[in-house]
């Protein structure tokens, strides 16, 4: 299934309906699996950059335990 880079960041950054956006809620390997997929420098890596370090660890560190 092909998807836009912008698709992907609209879905990650959907809200649920107990309002928590899609990216707080995944886990470390499905956004590991995005991140992979994910063109360089697009705007669903950037994304899953910031969570990781909003949640203090390690962008390298979590991506390369969970890919």
Same mark, same amino acid.
């Given at each position: 299934?092909?998807?836009?880079?912008?698709?992907?960041?609209?879905?990650?950054?959907?809200? +649920?309906? =107990?309002?928590?956006?899609?990216?707080?809620? /995944?886990?470390? +390997?499905? /956004?590991?699996?995005?991140?992979?997929?994910?063109?360089? =420098?697009?705007?669903?890596? +950037?994304?899953? /950059?910031?969570?990781? +370090?909003?949640?203090?660890?390690?962008?390298?560190?979590?991506?390369?335990? =969970?890919?």
């Amino acid at each position: 299934m092909a998807t836009t880079k912008i698709e992907t960041l609209h879905w990650l950054m959907a809200r +649920r309906q =107990n309002g928590e956006a899609r990216i707080e809620t /995944l886990g470390w +390997r499905r /956004l590991a699996h995005i991140y992979h997929s994910a063109k360089p =420098n697009s705007p669903a890596r +950037r994304a899953i /950059l910031a969570e990781c +370090r909003r949640c203090g660890y390690t962008p390298s560190t979590i991506l390369a335990l =969970n890919a």
